[in-house]
């Protein structure tokens, strides 16, 4: 696992660099759907802004518009958030750098992985190469597979997981092996995009997980 401060450090490069990315999009760019439900690349990048910006009052107040279904209250208020000018969000997500406020109930964990996988939904809508640090991405796909608080929103797979560029296995199955980055993606319910991004990378990518 990565120390903390690494983690912040990480977090920063990731806001850092997707910010510059966004800034060079084009208005038909801005409106690419990408494969997180409905969301366009304007309501992921909005998305990946909140939790460092909104206090804890204005998620309570959020909570209350969705009813108290949290799914709901992060992809509403990204949408919400999406509405706003593309290069205010892109703004907003330049000026979080350096933070380090949290959602309710998350660790520094939780924003690597938000931005290290919803930085590929952007780039992969796009048909971009974006590079994932392996440490970076051993350390969220961990997280993941560890998760209990927030519960985990993808079932595992059914699969022994074996990166061919960092240390790292979890599992028990038929083995999946490529780059830690296609593995979470795998691990995160992206298992296209999984395969999308190593045959990118130019990197083998063997198996097919079944969610268990």
């Known amino acids: 696992m990565l120390d903390t401060d690494e983690l912040w450090r ?17 208005p038909e760019e801005w409106e690419t759907r990408t494969r997180c439900g409905d969301w366009r690349v304007r309501d992921v990048a909005a998305h990946l802004t909140i939790a460092a910006r ?22 509403d208020s990204a949408v919400r958030e999406g509405a706003l000018p593309v290069a205010e969000i892109a703004a907003n997500l330049r000026s979080i750098v350096g933070s380090r406020r949290l959602a309710p109930t998350t660790s520094p964990r939780e ?6 996988v919803h930085g590929q939904d952007i780039a992969l809508a796009l048909g971009r190469t974006r590079r994932m640090p392996p440490a970076a991405a051993r350390d969220a796909a ?3 597979w560890t998760m209990r608080v927030p519960p985990r929103p993808w079932p595992l797979p059914k699969a022994r997981l074996v990166a061919t ?13 490529g ?8 691990l995160t319910g992206r298992q296209e995009a999984a395969r999308e991004w190593a045959e990118r990378a130019g990197e083998s990518w ?3 997980a079944t969610p268990r």
């Open 54 to 75: 909104y206090s804890h009052g204005q998620v309570v107040r959020e909570m209350v518009r969705a009813r108290g279904n949290w799914n709901r209250m992060i992809h």
């Open 142 to 144: 961990d997280r993941v």
């Open 179 to 186: 780059p830690i980055a296609a593995l979470l993606l795998l």
């Open 206 to 208: 063997t198996g097919v």
């Open 10 to 26: 990480i977090v920063d490069q990731e806001r850092t660099s997707l910010a510059d990315l966004l800034e060079g999009l084009s």
């Open 111 to 116: 924003p690597l992985l938000d931005l290290l």
């Open 165 to 177: 560029d960092i240390e790292f296995t979890r599992g028990a199955g038929p083995e999946v092996r």
